[in-house]
């Protein structure tokens, strides 16, 4: 979640409330396959109603300089949060967390081919903001 906003303050609320909800529904929760699934989905819903009501005006974190390699995390969180809000879900949940497509549609409720899409253009767009080739 840390890399989907960078506010580790907003991050450490919506956690917490993801959990306490999920406390409270363990009883239906915990029969899934992946009950860890299931309260990511709730984080992020919470985390888009979060930013959506306190979204700053501040500007993102100024990147480095992109002749330098990126040997940081905190450079790939800001680079993660330059992305539009959909492409930085897939992609942080693809490539930070591991999840497979069919596991990011369903997380996500959308079609496996919609994930896809915003995982190709995620990237470009990560090749883009961090200076990388299309190659």
């Given at each position: 979640?840390?890399?989907?906003?960078?506010?580790?303050?907003?991050?450490?609320?919506?956690?917490?409330?993801?959990?306490?909800?999920?406390?409270?529904?363990?009883?239906?929760?915990?029969?899934?396959?992946?009950?860890?699934?299931?309260?990511?989905?709730?984080a992020i819903r919470l985390m888009r109603r979060w930013q959506q009501r306190y979204?700053?005006?501040?500007?993102?974190?100024?990147?480095?300089?992109?002749?330098?390699?990126?040997?940081?995390?905190?450079?790939?969180?800001?680079?993660?949060?330059?992305?539009?809000?959909?492409?930085?879900?897939?992609?942080?949940l693809h490539h930070l967390l591991g999840y497979s497509v069919s596991e990011i549609?369903?997380?996500?409720?959308?079609?496996?081919?919609?994930?896809?899409?915003?995982?190709?253009?995620?990237?470009?767009?990560?090749?883009?903001?961090?200076?990388?080739?299309?190659?």
């Open positions: 979640m840390t890399a989907l906003t960078g506010d580790t303050r907003a991050v450490d609320d919506v956690a917490q409330d993801a959990l306490v909800i999920a406390r409270h529904r363990w009883a239906d929760i915990s029969t899934y396959d992946k009950p860890e699934a299931w309260v990511l989905k709730v979204e700053r005006e501040t500007p993102l974190v100024a990147m480095p300089d992109v002749a330098e390699p990126v040997h940081n995390l905190e450079a790939l969180h800001s680079a993660l949060r330059e992305l539009s809000p959909r492409h930085r879900e897939v992609v942080a549609a369903s997380v996500l409720v959308v079609g496996e081919s919609t994930v896809r899409t915003h995982l190709t253009r995620g990237r470009a767009e990560l090749r883009r903001i961090l200076g990388g080739s299309d190659e």
